[in-house]
């Protein structure tokens, strides 16, 4: 509290007086605000960011006035002092407040970081019969026509449904069994599908099929014994 004097000197037909003012002083609510993040937006005390599933997160505020910041979630969970974000869930906002303690001058104060979770891109690989060069989400292969039975495998992260599409070529797949028939030599292009699940988005890989021409069984007859063979 802060008190004033207010005085009046004495001055010809009037006595000198004193009035007092009485100032009570309020803590002043400090500048508390997130800082870093991904891509922050909004202004305190409500901002708001974005993240991965799966990616690491650390929620980080200052405050003016000196107090001791704290923070707390829901629809995840943040370490009380670092800010380290776990638990998210794609598609559930993850709320963070950060509370600061009054301290001096400055009285205690919150603000809110809503982060948007989307989900993760899922690691799928393609394997199949005989050597398969590239990588995700471009692989390659050759076999010989009519390479009867060749399967196109496809494996990923999240547990999503896999199936298997014609993208262009001399040759036909079956959606569930990536069962591929040969019908030409035009380079035969399987698309292999993973459907979105939980914290992990849909993709898609392709595998590439060169198809060589099969070697032909020739043989010879004549008269007389043929002996050798082709």
């Known amino acids: 509290t802060c008190v004033i004097n207010v005085n009046v000197a004495a001055n010809g037909n009037y006595a000198s007086a004193t009035a ?8 002043g609510s400090p500048s508390l605000h997130f800082t870093g993040g991904n ?7 409500t901002q708001t960011d974005t993240m991965v599933y799966g990616a690491s997160y ?11 910041i704290t923070f707390t979630a829901t629809g995840c969970t943040v370490g009380l002092s670092s800010g380290v974000v776990t638990g998210t869930t794609a598609g559930t906002p993850c709320v963070v407040t950060a509370s600061v303690t ?8 919150t603000a ?3 982060i ?59 959606l569930a069994t990536g069962v591929v028939t040969f ?8 698309n292999v599908n ?13 595998l590439t099929i060169t198809i060589n021409a099969a070697s032909p069984s020739l043989s010879v007859t004549g008269q007389g014994t043929i002996g050798g063979s082709s």
């Open 58 to 68: 650390t929620a980080a505020a200052a405050a003016t006035g000196g107090g001791t």
């Open 183 to 190: 019908t030409g030599l035009t380079t035969c292009v399987i």
């Open 116 to 174: 948007t979770v989307s989900a993760a891109s899922p690691s799928l690989s393609v394997t199949g019969q005989g050597t398969i060069g590239g990588s995700s989400p471009s692989y390659t292969t050759t076999v010989t026509y009519p390479a009867s039975g060749y399967t196109v495998v496809g494996s990923a992260t999240g547990g999503g449904a896999i199936t298997y599409t014609l993208n262009t070529g001399s040759c036909t797949v079956i």
């Open 194 to 206: 993973v459907a979105a699940n939980g914290n992990y988005a849909s993709a898609t890989a392709t």
């Open 20 to 27: 007092t003012l009485t100032i009570t002083i309020n803590a």
């Open 102 to 109: 009054a301290s001096g001058n400055y009285a205690s104060a």
């Open 112 to 114: 809110q970081l809503t």
């Open 39 to 45: 891509a922050l937006g909004g202004s305190a005390p």
